[in-house]
């Protein structure tokens, strides 16, 4: 049914499909439980990004046995456990090999009734987008590696990675909703071309409005800049114009990679409004309007 989107979608019958995906990577951060819960909540999103609700999830498992204790993969699968309940996921298996490198993610199975089956191919003209978490964790997440983040800044980035885009996911079904995806790798620039580019229309986005972590500001003018956010800036480039008055850090943080980051979701004008409302009163307290979506397809995505 659906094509270069967040997830493969099936039509099982005329009021049901399913939704397959499956996600995992090199931990991210340094405590094995944490990075068990990121891992899994970024893999379910693709599931909330498609306005599916996910049912079963398997662990896929790669794990270095030779040189790290067993009790590591214990804690890392525990906090995948953890938020597969809290998503209301049922654990049915999963997948170990051994490897140099550990990672860890979920192959993960929901369902959705096919007329409520949320694309990036659906973004119309004159909506808002809203966007649901803050950017920066890809140059957040390279400062940590490097020694340089607090303890604080640690944990809040930490439990913004970990939190589930279910209560965006069910909420924009609820106002109605055109299109949305989940901003990972891509970064926020990347994705909103890519929805851009699949509903053929134009995307204008506010920087003053986007939502990021403050400590991602500082770094980036330090001028940390991750690989991923270099890459994206490379590959996308030609689909994105931005006014010169935007920082050269701003422009960083829209190209940064993100791990776990929130859904944009595109709908109506006052459809927006209620769901930013309505986020915040549920606590998704970063859920913002970030810009909007305009007929002029070139370039694709504007940054003023
Ligand atoms: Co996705
Ligand atoms: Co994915
Ligand atoms: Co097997």
């Not at 398997?58 to 699968?77: G, R, T």
């Not at 809040?156 to 970990?162: G, L």
């Not at 970064?187 to 403050?214: D, M, R, T, W, Y």
């Amino acid at each position: 049914m659906a094509s270069l989107d967040d997830a493969g979608v099936y039509k099982l019958t005329e009021d049901m499909a399913i939704i397959q995906t499956i996600d995992f990577f090199t931990p991210i951060v340094d405590e094995p439980y944490a990075f068990g819960q990121i891992a899994a909540a970024n893999a379910l999103s693709d599931v909330y990004a498609m306005g599916g609700k996910p049912l079963t999830a398997m662990n896929v498992v790669c794990f270095p046995a030779k040189s790290l204790d067993i009790s590591v993969l214990e804690d890392i699968l525990r906090g995948g456990l953890d938020k597969m309940r809290e998503a209301g996921v049922t654990l049915v298996g999963g997948h170990s090999i051994d490897d140099t490198e550990l990672k860890y993610g979920l192959s993960v199975t929901g369902t959705v009734h096919p007329k409520r089956l949320v694309t990036n191919s659906g973004a119309k003209v004159g909506d808002k987008l809203v966007l649901t978490k803050p950017l920066g964790t890809g140059i957040i997440s390279t400062a940590l590696k490097a020694g340089m983040v607090n303890e604080e800044t640690a944990a809040k980035v930490t439990k913004s990675m970990a939190t589930l885009n279910n209560q965006a996911s069910e909420l924009m079904q609820e106002v109605g909703v055109h299109a949305c995806t989940d901003i990972t790798g891509f970064g926020l620039l990347g994705h909103a071309c890519q929805i851009a580019e699949n509903s053929q229309v134009g995307i204008k986005i506010h920087f003053a409005s986007v939502p990021f972590f403050p400590k991602a500001e500082e770094f980036a003018k330090m001028g940390l800049c991750p690989t991923g956010l270099h890459r994206n800036r490379e590959f996308y480039s030609e689909m994105v114009e931005i006014d010169p008055q935007v920082p050269e850090y701003v422009q960083d943080v829209l190209f940064d990679a993100q791990t776990s980051g929130g859904l944009l979701i595109s709908l109506a004008p006052r459809a927006a409004q209620r769901l930013r409302d309505r986020l915040h009163e549920v606590g998704v307290p970063d859920a913002t309007i970030i810009g909007e979506v305009t007929s002029r397809p070139t370039p694709r995505v504007l940054v003023e």
